[in-house]
């Protein structure tokens, strides 16, 4: 596709409930990253794929979060057993390159725990 | 522990007139530093960058600084157009390492007023 792709644009979920939030990168991107943005808050960074390689998740709150990509493409982010603190936007970004630089954000996932 | 901060979380400008954002940062290590733009219920987008070899790097309207013995950086707008009003990122990475996250700050909502 043109961008990256996030879906679903919004979710409502009970407190409790798994969600799986899903992301498609801008095709031949290496980089992925998963950031969020709470309430007021900036854009705190969650997970970063690159490639091949392990991938960085020393940004995930607790081990409810977890991610994966499939084929260097795809992503998905789990959230398990949601809390109302885990509402937010969820967003994605892709790079073409593994050094930090330009990312594209998709548009968000905006998750509400009720 | 925040490393890219933005000390003023909001900013009104007059239309015609110059917008200055501030960033500072406190990771030497950082050597590429970006501004996104965001406006409500989209994903951010790339605005402009610097590379820590440059002091200074220009696109039309936009002009980003860099004072590295500061540890400081910032975004110029002049002049100011209504369309201009969004929150504005800064983010810094360690690019020269290779495979680094963007780390970003928590946001200026920059408000041009006609």
């Known amino acids: 596709g043109a961008g990256v792709s996030q879906s679903p644009s919004n979710k409502v979920t009970e407190k409790g409930k798994d969600v799986e939030l899903r992301c498609d990168p801008i095709?031949?991107?290496?980089?992925l990253y998963w950031y969020r943005q709470s309430l007021g808050q900036g854009l705190e960074f969650l997970i970063y794929?690159?490639?091949?390689?392990?991938?960085?998740k020393s940004g995930l709150p607790s081990d409810r979060f977890s991610a994966e990509r499939t084929g260097g493409s795809v992503s998905t982010l789990t959230i398990q057993r949601t809390q109302q603190e885990d509402s937010a936007v969820y967003l994605c970004?892709?790079?073409?390159?593994?050094?930090?630089?330009?990312?594209?954000f998709g548009q968000g996932t905006r998750l509400t725990v009720v | 522990d925040q490393q890219v901060k933005q000390n003023s979380p909001s900013l009104s400008v007059q239309e015609g007139r110059i917008s200055i954002l501030n960033c500072d940062y406190t990771n030497s290590m950082f050597d590429y530093f970006l501004w996104y733009k965001k406006y409500p219920a989209e994903g951010p987008t790339f605005l402009i960058s610097i590379s820590s070899i440059k002091d200074k790097n220009e696109d039309g309207r936009f002009t980003v600084f860099l004072n590295k013995s500061a540890k400081h950086l910032s975004l110029h707008i002049v002049p100011s157009q209504p369309g201009d009003s969004a929150v504005y990122f800064c983010a810094a990475s360690n690019a020269g390492q290779g495979a680094q996250k963007l780390v970003f700050g928590q946001g200026t909502r920059l408000t041009i007023n006609p």
């Open positions: 970004a892709s790079s073409p390159y593994g050094t930090g630089k330009k990312a594209f």
């Open positions: 794929f690159q490639g091949n390689s392990a991938p960085d």
């Open positions: 095709s031949g991107h290496t980089a």
